[in-house]
């Protein structure tokens, strides 16, 4: 069936470092691709999306890139806040019924 | 914007309760979910729900029912609560088939 798999956590770095969070995925056909955020005491948020190989989503200075060849979506951001301090989940969709989770990557981001 | 409510923030519970998880999203959508959230687990569906009096089974509904009587309410009811039980509980609520989904901020349930 279809899965997600993210990289364990907790991640640290300090401020200004470079992030990658790496996502592979198995699924059959074409799903679109998710990150969502959890910041401390809060539900999920929408990150960024893509729903199509080469696609690249990005908001608020994060950006994960579609590739069906290594079937990933690795989330990146150039320079890390301490106010990027969450959990991050990747997620994949092939119907709008059903979105499949990873387990979540925790950063911890020092000043 | 679409808030997602959840009424407790915080609930401790006996083992054998019965225990009603609530969730009431503003912007009448149609589709409404509750999902658990475990260590190393990730989120994980319990059931969801397309319309009032609908309801659909999710990856782990056993243990768990739930009520759709208003389209704005989305209940868990935990019938006779267990330790395995204790979790991080999230609804969520979407519009239509396409949307995206708003999520609320999680009840964190423990059962002793």
């Known amino acids: 069936g279809d899965s997600v798999t993210q990289m364990e956590g907790p991640v640290t770095l300090s401020e200004e470092a470079f992030l990658t969070i790496n996502c592979t995925y198995t699924a059959t056909g074409y799903p679109s691709l998710f990150w969502y955020v959890q910041y401390p005491g809060e539900g999920l948020q929408l990150l960024l999306k893509a729903t199509k190989a080469d696609d690249k989503g990005s908001n608020k200075g994060f950006e994960a890139t579609y590739r069906k060849e290594t079937t990933s979506f690795h989330l990146e951001k150039g320079s890390v806040q301490v106010s990027d301090s969450a959990v991050y989940f990747c997620?994949?969709?092939?119907?709008?019924?059903?979105?499949?989770f990873g387990t979540g990557t925790r950063l911890q981001v020092f000043p | 914007d679409v808030k997602v409510t959840q009424s407790s923030r915080y609930l401790v519970k006996r083992t054998g309760e019965k225990v009603f998880l609530e969730c009431v999203q503003d912007m009448d959508h149609e589709n409404m979910f509750w999902y658990r959230q475990d260590p190393g687990l990730g989120l994980r569906l319990i059931y969801f729900s397309y319309d009032v009096k609908m309801k659909e089974k999710g990856d782990i509904p056993e243990g768990y029912s739930v009520s759709r009587e208003k389209k704005e309410r989305f209940s868990l009811i935990l019938e006779s609560a267990s330790t395995n039980q204790t979790s991080m509980y999230l609804c969520?609520?979407?519009?239509?088939?396409?949307?995206?989904?708003?999520f609320g901020s999680g009840t964190r349930l423990t059962v002793v």
């Open positions: 969520a609520s979407r519009e239509g088939s396409g949307g995206m989904r708003t």
């Open positions: 997620a994949l969709s092939r119907n709008t019924d059903k979105l499949i």
